[in-house]
């Protein structure tokens, strides 16, 4: 079986796909940045251009996810720039150790998001094709996905996966907006009819197992559920699923910008996000719909 170095594999992501990866046969090393490592991780530093030239033999895939937390911190202007020097910077240094070190990769499959498209809440559906947009997480993922295409220079097949919000058991965005609801204190936020373009982290770690084992994926595709829903939609479906009540009123957009400032609009703006292409591909979702998948994370 192929073997596969995993940067960010400590993150909720990473260990979901390391454990799926491993499942299936697959030989799997991860990038740490922390010193004390354990077996099969390799010590790299970003800010010092360094990577363990051991975490390079014999491997014949890189799926790269690591950067700084995008809602882990106010936005202030050294936060942002933390936040794109995380991705652009590890990902230019994946580059160059690549190419000095003359290794033959089969593929570079790399992490981006949806908010390439920008903040917005539209009536437009938006695809792989379209414009990215002009705020700042949509700046963040144009250069991040314009450092990961620069593997196409060395021929390595390129796969960027446009990651919607993941929905899992072990914690990040589903924990945060269920557990409101669990204690009975959910509500919409803001209008409500912003859209949320989700999926279950089990379908997107087995895309990236797909984007490894389908040598037909090239290029962005992205990571969502067929199944649009709006954050009331999602609010009151949780709440069904729980047998919890709605009885607040929305959350008020001010009171979210008062709290997160600038980072409010990840919470206040969406809009929808097609899953047609991946779909074309041959990939089947284990969870398309948003029920089937309540159901799996909290029942």
């Not at 390799?42 to 800010?47: A, D, E, G």
């Not at 240094?93 to 070190?101: N, Q």
């Amino acid at each position: 079986m192929a073997k596969i170095l995993i940067t960010g594999g400590r993150g909720l992501i990473g260990e979901t796909i390391t454990e799926k990866l491993v499942a299936n046969g697959y030989s799997v090393s991860i990038l740490s940045r922390n010193k004390s490592l354990k077996p099969n991780e390799f010590y790299w530093n970003i800010s010092t251009n360094y990577i363990d030239k051991n975490a390079f033999k014999n491997i014949d895939f890189i799926i790269h996810l690591a950067g700084a937390g995008i809602a882990d911190k106010r936005w202030t202007s050294k936060r942002k720039e933390t936040i794109i020097n995380s991705r652009i910077n590890s990902t230019n240094l994946l580059f160059k150790k690549i190419k000095e070190y003359k290794i033959s990769l089969k593929g570079f499959i790399a992490a981006s998001a949806i908010g390439y498209y920008g903040a917005i809440t539209s009536k437009k559906i938006f695809i792989e094709n379209d414009e990215s947009g002009n705020d700042f997480l949509s700046e963040v993922c144009k250069h991040w996905e314009k450092a990961s295409f620069q593997f196409k220079e060395l021929k390595i097949r390129t796969v960027i996966l446009r990651t919607g919000v993941v929905f899992s058991k072990k914690g990040g965005a589903f924990e945060k907006i269920s557990k409101p609801i669990k204690l009975g204190i959910g509500s919409p936020i803001g209008k409500g009819n912003q859209y949320i373009p989700w999926i279950h982290i089990d379908d997107l770690c087995e895309m990236y197992i797909n984007a490894i084992e389908n040598v037909r994926l090239n290029g962005v595709y992205n990571a969502v559920a067929p199944n649009h829903c709006t954050n009331k939609q999602l609010t009151k479906e949780i709440a069904n699923t729980l047998n919890k009540p709605i009885w607040l009123p929305n959350i008020p957009s001010f009171l979210l910008k008062l709290i997160f400032g600038k980072m409010a609009i990840m919470l206040l703006e969406g809009s929808r996000v097609s899953s047609e292409k991946i779909k074309e591909t041959g990939f089947k979702f284990k969870f398309p719909k948003l029920g089937v998948a309540l159901n799996n994370l909290i029942n």
